[in-house]
């Protein structure tokens, strides 16, 4: 059997069955691999690791992505998931490998964009790695990250009756990825529009501030939104062993969204239920705290709505909740090596 024929999720948990055998019974692991980010106890403080790579011509294409996006974007998907568990990021690392035919301009602006971010996220970019690739660019990030409490934010937490509440808006960088790969960047009638989801998807802004922001608030689970709100709701419901209810017509698309794919004639529906690299969160909490969680959260400059809600099914169900009450299986989202990916 190859890794294309296993897939990525059968994959993931074989890797991570291997782990939890091998280090998961030190007492020091807190949290082990298969959620967004591992969690040890050192000295009595729970430090939280996560590592990301991004490829060319499998996470992006070298034509429309500048170099300071790349360098943003690398960290960004690390940072997302420190925020993910709750955790304030601390440093990070990021390793480049190159052609070698690139100008010294480029590596420059792509520094440009990684010290943006960690400035912007109070994080210390403290090193890294530099490599020559024989083929495209291959970009790593390792993010540290620190539980000021001692506890964390986990996938396996969420609980029947629970709301689930979403951060920003979901589906905007899906649509700027369609725009970059099949209009050039943009469509002329819906300037702002176009720009504003390219932006979403060359530039996320990973919500390392949603910690302090429910502060005193229990929250059971989180997720960060990488790969699609349908997939990564399964995750969620599947490590929780419940079922994760989404009332489609709660769902924070925003105008952008709506302009361009009315301009293009796409439908909006699998851009936000399936497009991922939102990086957002979508947090299970219980349900008398839910409306004032999200008023916390936009007191915190972070939108955010109440979504769906959490039921009981130990299969880890995501449903569509329609106005006539009735709830309908949905599927979708990107997944490595599917369909030849």
Not at 6 to 30: N, S
Not at 103 to 110: G, K, N, Q, S, V
Request: glycine share 10%.
């Amino acid at each position: 059997m190859t890794v294309r024929e296993l897939g990525e999720y059968p994959l993931v948990e074989r890797l991570c069955r291997r782990l939890e055998k091998t280090f998961g019974i030190d007492p020091r692991v807190i949290v082990g691999a298969g959620d967004d980010a591992a969690v040890v106890d050192v000295n009595g403080v729970a430090v939280v690791l996560t590592v990301d790579a991004q490829l060319e011509n499998v996470h992006f294409r070298r034509h429309w992505m500048p170099p300071a996006a790349l360098g943003w974007k690398a960290l960004a998907v690390s940072l997302s998931d420190i925020a993910a568990m709750g955790a304030r990021p601390l440093a990070a690392l990021l390793a480049i490998a190159l052609r070698g035919d690139e100008p010294i301009d480029f590596l420059d602006a792509f520094y440009d964009g990684a010290t943006a971010i960690c400035q912007a996220t109070g994080t210390l970019l403290v090193g890294g790695d530099i490599a020559r690739s024989p083929n495209g660019l291959l970009v790593t990030s390792m993010v540290v990250g620190i539980a000021d409490d001692g506890a964390v934010w986990r996938r396996d937490g969420a609980q029947p009756g629970d709301a689930l509440l979403l951060t920003g808006t979901v589906g905007d960088a899906a649509a700027g990825l369609w725009l970059l790969e099949n209009r050039h960047g943009g469509i002329a009638q819906v300037a702002d529009a176009s720009a504003h989801c390219v932006r979403r998807f060359r530039f996320p802004e990973p919500r390392v501030r949603a910690r302090e922001a429910l502060k005193g608030f229990r929250v059971h689970a989180a997720i960060d939104l990488s790969d699609g709100l349908t997939i990564d709701a399964g995750r969620l419901a599947h490590a929780s062993k419940v079922a994760a209810v989404l009332n489609l017509n709660q769902l924070p698309v925003s105008e952008a969204l709506k302009a361009v794919a009315h301009a293009t004639g796409q439908d909006p529906f699998p851009w936000a239920m399936g497009g991922g690299e939102d990086y957002e969160l979508l947090l299970a909490v219980p349900a008398h705290d839910a409306d004032a969680a999200c008023a916390a959260l936009r007191n915190h400059n972070i939108p955010a709505r109440i979504v769906g809600t959490v039921a009981n099914d130990p299969k880890g169900a995501v449903l569509a909740a329609f106005p006539d009450g009735t709830r309908r299986p949905i599927t979708g989202g990107f997944q490595h090596f599917a369909d030849g990916s």
